[in-house]
Every structure is written in structure tokens, then in C-alpha cells.
Antibody
Framework: EVQLVESGGGLVKPGGSLRLSCAAS????????MNWVRQAPGKGLEWVSS???????YYADSVNGRLTISRDTAKNSLYLQMNSLRAEDTAVYYC?????????WGQGTLVTVSS | EIVLTQSPGTLSLSPGERATLSCRAS???????LAWYQQKPGQAPRLLIY???SRATGIPDRFSGSGSGTDFTLTISRLEPEDFAVYYC?????????FGQGTKVDIK
């Protein structure tokens, strides 16, 4: 059974940093593209970043230069390092697997950026 | 960036009725790389349809997708109580991947 479990969310001040994690199991982690998608409170879905099985990374313009995606194949884990956070980064952050259409999602972790 | 516009914003129907949801793209979606997701309150999205018309694993056959180019449709043939939710389309043929704003299907 595929499982994706996010952690690391919380309350952070504007300009602060946070690191999200996603623990993956039930599939061959090394073979899949992994992604972060976010959803602001009461809003729709926004793709944030992806990392391919070979380590290529992709970012939405809105986060490029502030957020960094990475993966640790030994730990079957995906990460999102979030720096210079802004109020508009407040959202539930989901990790999801697959390239293109996202076939499995975690339950999400809430990031709140507020003073 | 491809903008996806979903209509209607809200669809009020009764169980047993047919639901037809539209997703229109601002430019052609490459190779029909269009997916549909269902999201219930407090839950993560669930993949329903990929490649415009292929059902994901475990999705009932009352859900079907169609369309190509710039116009796509999700049809729920007979609404079950568990189908009342928000539905999103997503294109993954062009970078960046983008989502529509969602259509809420609620109980009439």
C-alpha cells in the first residue's frame, strides 16, 4: 500500500524558514518523480515543485529561489526547505507521487506564516 | 502558462442525477495530458481520471472523462452520496502544471 506522510508544518514568522518532510513507503521511491502541491485556506490547488528520479528539480515561479526540493533515497524521504517565507505561502502542503498526473497524495501539513 | 477555467462554479444536483463538469484551457493541452481529481473536506485530493479519459485504479465506472485540445469534460453518470465534493482539473502537458479553480458538486 502506497503511503505518503508529511510532517514539519507549523507557525513561522514572515522571513522565517521551515523544512517539510514526506516519508514514502509501498512503492519504489527511487523510480518516481515526487512533487509538492499546496492549497491556501479555502482556495484551490497550486503545483509548487517537482524532483525527478534522477534529481532534476522544477519550481513554480512564485517560489523559485526561496523553496528547495530534495530527496533522500536511503531514507525514502522527500523534503521541502522553505526560506524567506511570506504570508502568501500559508497553505496545506501535500506531497504527491508520479510525473504529470498525481496518483497518490499524502494527508498534508499546514504551514502558517504570520507575525 | 495554461489557464484552466472550470464551469460551473457550483453544481447543485440530487443523488441519482447526472453531473457534467467542464474544464476549458487557454491553449491546447498537449497529448490530452489532462487529469481530474476529487477532494472532500479535510481530505487530500484523489486522482479520478488521467490522460483525459483513463480511469485511475479503483475508480468506479460511473466516472468518465472526455475531450481534447482545449475542452474537457468529467461526467458522473449517476451521483452517489459519496460523490458530493469539489472536483479539479489539472493539465500536465506544459510547464508549469496548472489546476482549474474547482467545481463544487453539492446536494440539491
Amino acid at each position: 500500500e502506497v503511503q505518503l506522510v508529511e510532517s514539519g508544518g507549523g507557525l513561522v514568522k514572515p522571513g522565517g524558514s521551515l523544512r517539510l518532510s514526506c516519508a514514502a513507503s509501498g512503492f519504489t521511491f527511487t523510480s518516481d518523480t515526487m512533487n509538492w502541491v499546496r492549497q491556501a485556506p479555502g482556495k484551490g490547488l497550486e503545483w509548487v515543485s517537482s524532483i525527478s528520479s534522477t534529481g532534476y528539480t522544477y519550481y513554480a515561479d512564485s517560489v523559485n529561489g526561496r523553496l528547495t526540493i530534495s530527496r533522500d533515497t536511503a531514507k525514502n524521504s522527500l523534503y521541502l526547505q522553505m526560506n524567506s517565507l511570506r504570508a502568501e505561502d500559508t497553505a496545506v502542503y501535500y506531497c504527491a507521487k508520479n510525473y504529470g498526473y498525481l496518483d497518490y497524495w499524502g494527508q498534508g501539513t499546514l504551514v502558517t506564516v504570520s507575525s | 502558462e495554461i489557464v484552466l477555467t472550470q464551469s460551473p462554479g457550483t453544481l447543485s444536483l440530487s443523488p441519482g442525477e447526472r453531473a457534467t463538469l467542464s474544464c476549458r484551457a487557454s491553449q491546447t493541452v498537449s497529448s490530452s495530458y489532462l487529469a481530474w481529481y476529487q477532494q472532500k473536506p479535510g481530505q487530500a485530493p484523489r486522482l479520478l481520471i488521467y490522460g483525459a479519459s483513463s480511469r485511475a485504479t479503483g475508480i468506479p465506472d460511473r466516472f468518465s472523462g472526455s475531450g481534447s485540445g482545449t475542452d474537457f469534460t468529467l461526467t458522473i453518470s449517476r451521483l452517489e452520496p459519496e460523490d458530493f465534493a469539489v472536483y479539479y482539473c489539472q493539465q500536465y502537458g506544459n510547464s508549469p502544471w496548472t489546476f482549474g479553480q474547482g467545481t463544487k458538486v453539492d446536494i440539491k
